[in-house]
């Protein structure tokens, strides 16, 4: 047997000089312990090897010391490094995060909600991209639940978002102070349900408005899902049919980087002839050629406050939904510099 399997809380405390009880406050992560205290104890900790017993927690709180991340896809940039900031977010707090993919497929996401992954899990964090604001009321609660993204918001559940509108609003506003005046939105894809698009489309046109631009629809590129591949050939499509544009909004990075690639093929310079700004600020903005100008939303701000929400109601918060707003930047790079 390890040692760290034969070091129990007792021997912490007595390694300590304290008792129990603070061993058990520091191993917690319980906020009322004081700096010296905790650090005394994690010194302890650290010397014994000791290892809190999962089984025995289990036992006396009736918890798993686990919550799970249900996203859409685990191979998006946005996704990976949302789950990496949840997971490191959540290690703070003492728990293990259990990753599901739904695919954005409904019958995957109301299971999600249906089962919560009974029993293996104290809590779930879920970005849902198909069900409805009224499908997610409507299911019996149990698990505690915390939502992400734009899709659905009850008011019955916690939801962590960014300001779309304001980010949308604050892009054009930057591409417009560039001299852009025909400026593109990519895009409106097709049986597209999430409420980012409308959103952001919402705070595209209104900087256009505000500017004393005319909107034209003409502009709000139709692509036919939600791959690169698809982005490209709405941009090549918008080219080849004689749509002019001298600046474009893409929803996110992925459709960034095929606007640059469509650009390049038609020998089209980016950022003189056109400025492209992307959304999510992934490692794809950050190693494009050029880089992109990308709305960043503060991705571990978004980690720790659903976290924190989500143990707030596993340890008994039973209020109305809470909807807040993490925050976001315009990271300017070479696809849109500034003046």
Same mark, same amino acid.
């Given at each position: 047997?390890?040692?760290?399997?034969?070091?129990?809380?007792?021997?912490? +405390?007595?390694?300590?000089?304290?008792?129990?009880?603070?061993?058990?406050?520091?191993?917690?992560?319980y906020?009322?312990?004081?700096?010296?205290?905790?650090?005394?104890?994690?010194?302890?900790?650290?010397?014994?090897?000791?290892?809190?017993?999962?089984?025995?927690?289990?036992?006396?709180?009736?918890?798993?010391?686990?919550?799970?991340?249900?996203i859409?896809?685990?191979?998006?940039?946005?996704?990976?490094?949302?789950?990496?900031?949840?997971?490191?977010?959540?290690?703070?707090?003492?728990?293990?995060?259990?990753?599901?993919?739904?695919?954005g497929?409904?019958?995957?996401?109301?299971?999600?909600?249906?089962?919560?992954?009974?029993?293996?899990?104290?809590?779930?964090?879920?970005?849902?991209?198909?069900?409805?604001?009224?499908?997610?009321?409507?299911?019996?609660?149990?698990?505690?639940?915390?939502?992400?993204?734009?899709?659905?918001?009850?008011?019955?559940?916690?939801?962590?978002?960014?300001?779309?509108?304001?980010?949308?609003?604050?892009?054009?506003?930057?591409?417009?102070?560039?001299g852009?005046?025909?400026?593109?939105?990519?895009?409106?894809?097709?049986d597209?349900?999430?409420?980012?698009?409308?959103?952001?489309?919402?705070?595209?046109?209104? +900087?256009?408005?505000?500017a004393?631009?005319?909107?034209?629809?003409?502009?709000?590129m139709?692509?036919?899902?939600?791959?690169?591949?698809?982005?490209? +050939?709405?941009?090549?499509?918008?080219?080849?049919?004689?749509?002019?544009?001298?600046?474009?909004?893409?929803r996110?990075?992925?459709?960034?980087? +095929?606007?640059?690639?469509?650009?390049?093929?038609?020998?089209?310079?980016?950022?003189?002839?056109?400025?492209?700004?992307?959304?999510?600020?992934t490692?794809?903005?950050?190693?494009?050629f050029?880089?992109?100008?990308?709305?960043?939303?503060?991705?571990?701000?978004?980690?720790?406050?659903?976290?924190?929400?989500?143990?707030?109601?596993?340890?008994?918060?039973?209020?109305?939904?809470r909807?807040?707003?993490?925050?976001?930047?315009?990271?300017?790079?070479?696809?849109?510099?500034?003046?």
């Open positions: 047997m390890s040692k760290a399997k034969q070091v129990r809380l007792i021997d912490v +405390a007595k390694h300590a000089s304290v008792s129990m009880k603070t061993v058990s406050n520091v191993v917690h992560d906020e009322h312990v004081s700096p010296q205290m905790r650090k005394k104890v994690q010194q302890a900790i650290d010397e014994l090897g000791y290892k809190p017993n999962l089984t025995a927690r289990r036992l006396a709180t009736g918890r798993t010391g686990m919550i799970a991340l249900a859409p896809e685990t191979h998006h940039p946005y996704f990976s490094a949302i789950a990496d900031a949840v997971v490191k977010a959540a290690e703070k707090k003492g728990y293990r995060v259990l990753i599901e993919q739904t695919d497929r409904a019958e995957r996401e109301l299971a999600v909600l249906r089962d919560r992954e009974a029993g293996l899990v104290d809590g779930v964090i879920f970005q849902p991209s198909k069900v409805s604001s009224l499908e997610i009321a409507e299911v019996q609660q149990g698990t505690p639940l915390v939502l992400l993204g734009e899709a659905a918001m009850p008011f019955t559940v916690d939801h962590v978002m960014i300001d779309n509108v304001e980010a949308a609003k604050r892009s054009v506003e930057h591409l417009i102070s560039l852009r005046k025909r400026i593109a939105f990519l895009g409106a894809v097709e597209d349900n999430l409420g980012a698009t409308v959103r952001r489309l919402a705070g595209y046109q209104s +900087a256009l408005e505000q004393g631009l005319v909107g034209d629809i003409n502009l709000v139709r692509v036919a899902d939600f791959t690169p591949e698809s982005a490209k +050939a709405a941009v090549l499509k918008a080219m080849n049919e004689g749509m002019e544009f001298d600046g474009i909004l893409c996110d990075d992925r459709f960034a980087v +095929a606007a640059l690639q469509s650009m390049r093929s038609k020998g089209i310079q980016v950022p003189e002839n056109v400025s492209i700004i992307g959304w999510d600020d490692e794809l903005a950050q190693s494009a050029p880089t992109v100008t990308s709305v960043a939303p503060n991705k571990q701000a978004i980690a720790e406050i659903a976290v924190e929400m989500l143990l707030e109601r596993i340890e008994g918060f039973t209020g109305m939904g909807h807040r707003l993490a925050p976001f930047e315009l990271e300017i790079r070479e696809s849109a510099p500034a003046k």
